[in-house]
């Protein structure tokens, strides 16, 4: 049986006065690949960034790997390996490609960070054939490339992804899954967080529908897919 790698309980997430996450549980587990999906404003960032100790929660408990991790600094957590690309990519606009990988590691300490970049160039050709170029330059499929990337740099035992598709062209969202299943299937656990519900529903194993910041359904990914409700409220049918 798979361990339960991530584990939220009861997650509240409040802005002034406003109830942002108002009690949210969900569990990801070793080698699963999950799908947090529900439209624009739905809570879905802002529980991520309570989970990377980037915003702190007023209520509830999230644990990785078996231990609390409320309070821990999201450096602390990227050295223990959980680690997300937030949406908007977040590159180093003025460092060059490889600079950012570089970054990307900046918690190791080992001998194999150039072997890592190499292996993300093999994952990314087009970041090995620009890695001189500033990353402030590229287009934004490219700058999402990079961003996953880095991300991969820390090397994740949890990576999650917060709205990779989010204003990328029809051909660059295709590339972005593509790699996003070929990261799965290299052993690397997924919380992927998508307003595109049909493409990361038929990539995941199980999903989670989150709504004015509850979780409304949880179940198989290929249920959810063909439930009518989800299909009304996120496929337009």
Known sequence: MARTLLAVRGLKVAYGGIQAVKGVSFDVQEGELVSLIGANGAGKTTTLKAVTGLQPMTSGD?????QSIQGRGPWELVRQGLVMVPEG???????????????????????????????????????????SQLAGTMSGGEQQMLAMGRALMARPKVL???????????????????????????GVTVLLVEQNASRALQLASRGYVMESGEITMNGDAKSLLNDPKVRAAYLGE
Do not use: C, W, Y
């Open 89 to 131: 990519r977040g590159t180093f606009a003025r460092m060059t490609i490889t600079e950012n990988l570089q970054m990307g590691a900046f918690t190791r300490d080992d001998k194999d960070i150039a072997a890592d970049i190499d292996r993300v160039f093999a994952i990314f050709p087009r970041l090995r054939e620009r890695s």
């Open 62 to 66: 999230i644990e990785f790997m078996g």
């Open 160 to 186: 999650l992804l917060d709205e990779p598709s989010m204003g990328l062209s029809p051909m660059m969202v295709d590339k972005i899954f593509e790699v996003i299943n070929d990261i799965h299937r290299q």
